[in-house]
């Protein structure tokens, strides 16, 4: 698992730059150019993890073997665990992009569903291919791929509708009329309370 951190790390530094240069062209009202910034965005990450699913998948026995030296045994499971979950990089990459975009564009709940749906399919997953199907911890291993594929689907597919597209400069203005209404409405209130 420490090694998976260290593979999430470049993921979320993309995940934020993105959504740096997302939100700058929304606010500007370049829906096109913040559109194909994602998926640039998604292809660098996808490519960067790749790479890293590469040197882990291929030299899992030796990346294991720091975490735990001289143990036989440890090695074993932990290279073949390590095989597994290093196949899910590329996509947690893509995935994080896409989230990340979400948020930028102030769909923070779409984010936080999607997110939870993930967990919910994992679980159900790990679930299924571990009992159900008795493939023990390698099924609970190969819940990681499964999931994160069935996911990164969803996530696509909501990007592509470009639904999240919004103006945000719209957005912000018409949530402080919203907020100045709400503000003279209490300030009446609190005089008529007085008043009476």
Do not use: C
């Not at 969803?154 to 103006?167: A, D, H, Y």
């Amino acid at each position: 698992m420490r090694i998976f951190s260290f593979a999430i790390i470049p993921s979320m530094g993309f995940s934020l730059a993105i959504s740096v240069l997302v939100g700058q062209s929304l606010g500007a009202n370049h829906f096109k150019k913040a559109h194909q910034i994602a998926k640039k965005g998604m292809q660098i990450s996808f490519l960067v993890l790749s790479f890293l699913t590469f040197i882990s998948f291929f030299w899992a026995h030796f990346w294991v073997g720091i975490f735990a030296p001289n143990e036989k045994e440890v090695i074993e499971k932990g290279t073949e665990f390590l095989k597994f979950l290093s196949l899910n990089f590329g996509i947690i990459g893509i995935q994080m992009i896409i989230l990340g975009t979400f948020r930028s564009a102030g769909k923070t709940s779409l984010a936080m569903s999607l997110a939870f749906f993930q967990v919910i399919i994992l679980v159900l997953t790990a679930f299924f291919l571990a009992f159900t199907l008795k493939l023990k911890e390698k099924g609970v291993w190969a819940s990681y791929l499964v999931a994160n594929l069935i996911s990164l689907s969803l996530n696509f597919f909501i990007f592509q509708q470009r639904n999240w597209q919004v103006n945000l400069t719209k957005l912000k203005a018409s949530k402080g009329g919203a907020i100045a209404e709400n503000k003279n409405r209490n300030q009446s209130d609190q005089q008529d309370f007085i008043k009476n």
